[in-house]
């Protein structure tokens, strides 16, 4: 199948039936859709980020370290009211979602070890959840209409998470991403902060209509809405 103007091959041992893929490039734009189960021998992707120290989210269906020149961090519970997003210093897992915070414009996205690539059917993103507030990985790209039913909060800038809503068909989830939701909660917009390894603690907080308006709505890569 083709992507980003070129083909990706896979190849079927005859003898052992097992697939393989020399040189994957994942393109970042597109739903996952794999029809077979593989190994990638190398995986590429690029994304770019501007470089304004916000986090962007991701998920992805092959584990990797965290890219050069951005920081990689998952949800955490600080106690029985506060979350935060901690630092991870191993490895990003598959189908785990992450927030970003890029230092570089371009973030290299790049396994070159072995790693085996799921079909669709077998590719299932996952969730953390911490003191009602869950963040939820997608490989699909999700529309509108789904998006604000669900009442998904989405990242805006100023790490601001803002529900969809409110007539702008535009904002939507792209694949490989992520978005929060609350339990049996609905706010205005809130904002939750990072922690390091040692301290730094940022509970989620209500922002008012007026800090939630539509004059401050971007769509997810960044580009501001009228």
């Given at each position: 199948w083709c992507s980003d103007g070129g083909t990706n091959v896979v190849l079927t041992d005859p003898n052992t039936q097992e697939r393989s893929c020399q040189d994957f490039y994942f393109d970042s734009?597109?739903?996952?859709?794999?029809?077979?189960?593989?190994?990638?021998?190398?995986?590429r992707t690029t994304r770019e980020l501007p470089m304004d120290e916000s986090a962007y989210t991701i998920c992805l269906p092959y584990s990797l370290p965290a890219p050069?020149?951005?920081k990689a961090y998952s949800l955490e519970k600080k106690d029985d009211n506060e979350v935060s997003f901690k630092q991870i210093t191993g490895d990003m897992e598959a189908f785990k979602p992450y927030l970003i915070v890029s230092h570089e414009s371009d973030v290299q996205l790049n396994c070159e070890g072995e790693q085996r690539l799921p079909s669709?059917?077998?590719a299932v993103a996952?969730?953390?959840?911490?003191?009602g507030v869950t963040i939820h990985g997608t490989f699909r790209r999700i529309d509108y209409n789904e998006a604000a039913i669900g009442n998904y909060y989405?990242?805006?800038?100023?790490?601001?998470?803002?529900?969809?809503?409110?007539?702008?068909?535009?904002v939507t989830v792209p694949p490989y991403r992520a978005y929060l939701t609350l339990d049996g909660t609905q706010t205005a917009s809130f904002y939750i902060g990072f922690s390091d390894d040692t301290d730094g603690?940022?509970?989620?907080?209500?922002m008012s209509p007026a800090d939630s308006s539509s004059d401050?709505?971007?769509?997810?890569?960044?580009?501001?809405?009228?």
């Open positions: 734009g597109e739903d996952y859709n794999v029809p077979w189960g593989f190994t990638a021998e190398k995986i050069q020149g951005a669709t059917e077998e996952q969730f953390d959840t911490a003191n989405v990242l805006q800038e100023d790490n601001v998470w803002k529900p969809v809503g409110g007539g702008h068909s535009n603690i940022s509970s989620p907080e209500s401050g709505w971007l769509t997810l890569d960044g580009r501001h809405l009228n």
